[in-house]
């Protein structure tokens, strides 16, 4: 059983469109993290929050926590082809943190 | 300042061999953790560490064993190798545990035959 369940599993767009990446669970988080992975590569932070209904915004990258910290989302606006790659919520409960199954975004120039 | 290293790059096994993956931090980081990562699976914990001589079982933990002797180092043991651990390991670090911002090593792809 996932705690952390991510869709759309697969995202395939083209240069300059929008799109919009979900974290969802059941479960109470005391923080919810994204992370960015390339082949061959460990996971990236892209940002931690922590606080519910918080917004931060990274360039084009926006990421929300929703006001239950059950779930969480990541936007991003105008995506460049240097967006491709492996998108990966984490929460942390109690001393353990637990992962989403990704979502794979291909950026089509 | 390297990060999070991790050795080896690839390694191929035979069923029931051992061996030992390494893993080291060089920001005194508290918080170590092993993950394994597969196809559709993301993530999942196998075995992480609050601080030397301190380790406790995530989410997969059979069939691996840690030891945490220095805040350094955190090697994770396979006692027999099985096909089912051919797999992506990560190691990971961080400061502030409580908020889970995690610094990856570049993995070690395992293949056990």
């Known amino acids: 059983t996932q705690l952390l369940e991510q869709s759309p599993q697969f995202l395939s767009i083209q240069e300059g469109e929008n799109l919009t990446v979900y974290c969802n669970s059941s479960s109470v988080f005391s923080s919810l993290q994204w992370y960015r992975q390339e082949p061959g590569e460990g996971p990236v932070l892209l940002v931690t929050?922590?606080?519910?209904?918080e917004v931060k915004k990274l360039k084009r990258l926006t990421f929300q926590f929703g006001d239950a910290r059950k779930d969480s989302s990541l936007h991003i606006t105008a995506a460049q082809t240097g967006d491709t790659g492996l998108y990966l919520c984490a929460g942390g409960v109690g001393n353990q943190f637990y992962f989403g199954t990704g979502t794979s975004l291909t950026v089509i120039p | 300042n390297a990060g999070v290293t991790q050795t080896p790059k690839f390694q191929v096994l035979k069923t029931g061999q051992s061996m030992t993956l390494q893993c080291a931090q060089d920001m005194n980081h508290e918080y170590m953790s092993w993950y394994r990562q597969d196809p559709g699976m993301g993530l999942r914990l196998i075995h992480y560490?609050?601080?030397?001589?301190?380790?406790d079982q995530g989410e997969v933990p059979n069939g691996y064993n840690v030891s945490r002797s220095t805040t350094e180092d955190f090697p994770l043991r396979l006692l027999s190798a099985a096909p089912s651990q051919t797999s992506v390991y990560f190691c990971?670090?961080?400061?502030?545990?409580?908020?889970?911002?995690?610094?990856f090593g570049p993995g070690t792809r395992l293949t056990v035959t």
């Open positions: 560490s609050v601080g030397a001589g301190i380790t």
């Open positions: 929050v922590v606080t519910g209904g």
């Open positions: 990971a670090s961080t400061l502030r545990w409580r908020y889970g911002e995690q610094y």
